[in-house]
Every structure is written in structure tokens, then in C-alpha cells.
């Protein structure tokens, strides 16, 4: 075939392939989501390698592939985490409380996990497992800082500077517990399991005083965010919730109670828009 004949295809493919990409616009690609979230086992935690690991990471990243969505998860200590979220475009936190105090600066996916929140100590210290409100000075009490539970410890007669210490990551204060130098901790159901075990290593008991409250954890996204966005994530949260996905990743985690409760708010959800 002459040279000017091939040539002349070569232009006129060229020429076809730039009509057909001229035609079909290009979707934009979305903006990678910046999440954080807290050192709080088994729900996530920096794994050997390095990287965030997690039961409730695991879910989220189930989730931001069923949306397609590029994302980003950085572990940082919660106040740190939070201010970020609230400050940042384009972002997100989990698993955090939904209260009056943080409903107007997020839109809300959830719940991602329904814990009973208790107070908890060692055994040594609190025979037959017995502690009463207003006996809080005789106690020193540890909870992070920017934690919705410090209010609940200041109910109870704590107050920071007295009998109440305030630190900056999760699991300093069960350390600080495991050690002696503090005889009061706040613990969900889910971490306590863990705890208990490591407690039993240290030779004694983690014992629950008293529940606090049961709350409802969520995932908490700038404002900026549309609430179309919100939508989706939302469905595709409660599909993973009736569709087994959920309770593969958390069984064996976290409680066949807790993993129940979720599953039923996704089917009483499903039946109200039915």
C-alpha cells in the first residue's frame, strides 16, 4: 500500500478518535476524602506494617469502594482528629458521638456501632464490684481529652486538677489503669473485651462499676460535603448492614448484640421508605 494511503488512514483515525472524545465528555474525577479517626482497638489501630487497620476501618473502606470514592485514613489523637475535621473541607471522622454540642458542625452517616458506655476499675481496688456517685474525690478518675464522656466523670464528682486526668490518646488512660495510677477508666463493651484479657496478664480483674450511658457512633463529614453524597453514603452504610457485609467484617468483634441492633435499624430504615 502506498505510503500517502497509509498516511491518509492515520489521519483519518486520528481525526475519528478526537470527534469520539470530543463528544463524550470526561467525568471529573472526585476529590480524594481526607478521614480520620482515633487509636481505639478493635475498631482501628496502626497494624504491624504500619498501616490503619481495623473492624470498623475495614467497613469503611468496603464502603468507599461500593461509592468509588478516593480517600485517605490518618490516625491521629482524637482532639487533633476532631479539629480537623471541623476545620477542613472535603473530610470526615469516625467513629465519633452524635450530641447537641457537635450536630451543627457535621452531616452524619450512621450508626456505624450502638455501645453501652460504662465505668470500669480494677478489682483490687473496688471489692464486690461496688462504687457510688459521690464518692468520685476518693477516686482518681482518667478519661481523653475532648471525650463526651469527661462531662458524665464531672457528674459523678470529678473535676480535672483534683481526680480527673485528661489525656491526649485512648488508651493511655487503661495503661495508666493497668500501672495503678488511676483507679477509674470509661470503656465501651467492645474494648472491654480486649481489656479484660490484658487486665488478667497484669494478675487482676477489669470490672464494670457502672454503666454510663448507650450511645451511637457515627461518621461525621464537613459541611461542604452535599447532601447528595451524605444520601448515598448513608444507603450504601444500611445496605452493607442487610446484606451480611457488616456482620462479616465485625462477628467475632464486636457483640452479636450490638451487630443485631445495626441490622435491625437498617430494616426498620428499609420498611419506612417501602
Given at each position: 500500500?502506498?505510503?500517502?494511503?497509509l498516511y491518509?488512514?492515520?489521519?483519518?483515525s486520528?481525526?475519528?478518535?478526537?470527534?469520539?472524545?470530543?463528544?463524550?465528555?470526561?467525568?471529573?474525577?472526585?476529590?480524594?476524602?481526607r478521614?480520620y479517626?482515633?487509636?481505639?482497638?478493635?475498631?482501628?489501630?496502626?497494624d504491624?506494617?504500619?498501616?490503619v487497620?481495623g473492624a470498623?476501618?475495614?467497613?469503611?473502606?468496603?464502603?468507599?469502594?461500593r461509592?468509588?470514592?478516593?480517600a485517605?485514613?490518618?490516625l491521629?489523637?482524637w482532639?487533633r482528629?476532631?479539629?480537623?475535621?471541623?476545620?477542613?473541607p472535603?473530610?470526615?471522622?469516625?467513629?465519633?458521638?452524635r450530641?447537641?454540642?457537635?450536630e451543627?458542625y457535621?452531616?452524619?452517616?450512621?450508626?456505624?456501632?450502638?455501645?453501652?458506655?460504662?465505668?470500669?476499675?480494677?478489682?483490687?481496688n473496688?471489692?464486690g464490684?461496688?462504687?457510688?456517685?459521690?464518692?468520685g474525690?476518693?477516686?482518681?478518675?482518667c478519661?481523653?481529652?475532648e471525650?463526651v464522656h469527661?462531662?458524665a466523670?464531672?457528674?459523678?464528682g470529678?473535676t480535672?486538677?483534683?481526680n480527673?486526668?485528661?489525656?491526649?490518646?485512648?488508651?493511655d488512660?487503661?495503661?495508666?489503669?493497668?500501672?495503678?495510677?488511676v483507679?477509674?477508666?470509661?470503656?465501651n463493651?467492645?474494648?472491654?473485651?480486649?481489656?479484660?484479657l490484658?487486665?488478667?496478664?497484669a494478675?487482676?480483674?477489669?470490672v464494670?462499676?457502672?454503666p454510663?450511658?448507650?450511645?451511637?457512633?457515627?461518621?461525621?463529614?464537613?459541611?461542604?460535603?452535599d447532601d447528595t453524597?451524605?444520601?448515598r453514603?448513608?444507603?450504601?452504610?444500611e445496605?452493607?448492614?442487610?446484606?451480611?457485609?457488616?456482620r462479616?467484617?465485625?462477628?467475632?468483634?464486636?457483640s452479636?448484640?450490638?451487630?443485631s441492633?445495626?441490622?435491625?435499624?437498617?430494616?426498620?430504615r428499609q420498611a419506612?421508605?417501602q
Amino acid at each position: 500500500m502506498p505510503k500517502f494511503v497509509l498516511y491518509f488512514f492515520f489521519i483519518a483515525s486520528w481525526l475519528n478518535s478526537l470527534n469520539l472524545a470530543l463528544a463524550v465528555p470526561m467525568q471529573a474525577e472526585q476529590p480524594v476524602l481526607r478521614l480520620y479517626t482515633e487509636h481505639s482497638p478493635p475498631g482501628e489501630y496502626i497494624d504491624a506494617s504500619g498501616n490503619v487497620a481495623g473492624a470498623t476501618v475495614e467497613l469503611i473502606k468496603l464502603l468507599l469502594s461500593r461509592l468509588d470514592q478516593p480517600a485517605t485514613i490518618e490516625l491521629l489523637p482524637w482532639a487533633r482528629a476532631l479539629g480537623l475535621a471541623r476545620s477542613q473541607p472535603n473530610s470526615g471522622i469516625f467513629e465519633t458521638v452524635r450530641n447537641a454540642e457537635r450536630e451543627p458542625y457535621f452531616k452524619w452517616v450512621g450508626p456505624l456501632k450502638v455501645h453501652t458506655i460504662g465505668l470500669y476499675g480494677r478489682s483490687d481496688n473496688f471489692a464486690g464490684q461496688q462504687f457510688y456517685t459521690g464518692t468520685g474525690n476518693k477516686y482518681l478518675a482518667c478519661e481523653y481529652r475532648e471525650s463526651v464522656h469527661v462531662n458524665a466523670l464531672k457528674r459523678l464528682g470529678f473535676t480535672e486538677g483534683q481526680n480527673l486526668i485528661l489525656t491526649v490518646n485512648h488508651g493511655d488512660c487503661f495503661t495508666l489503669l493497668l500501672k495503678g495510677r488511676v483507679q477509674l477508666v470509661v470503656l465501651n463493651e467492645a474494648s472491654a473485651g480486649e481489656r479484660k484479657l490484658q487486665m488478667q496478664q497484669a494478675g487482676h480483674q477489669l470490672v464494670m462499676l457502672q454503666p454510663l450511658s448507650q450511645v451511637r457512633l457515627y461518621l461525621a463529614f464537613s459541611l461542604d460535603i452535599d447532601d447528595t453524597t451524605i444520601g448515598r453514603w448513608q444507603r450504601v452504610l444500611e445496605q452493607s448492614y442487610l446484606d451480611g457485609s457488616m456482620r462479616a467484617l465485625y462477628q467475632g468483634v464486636y457483640s452479636e448484640q450490638m451487630i443485631s441492633r445495626l441490622e435491625q435499624f437498617a430494616s426498620e430504615r428499609q420498611a419506612q421508605l417501602q
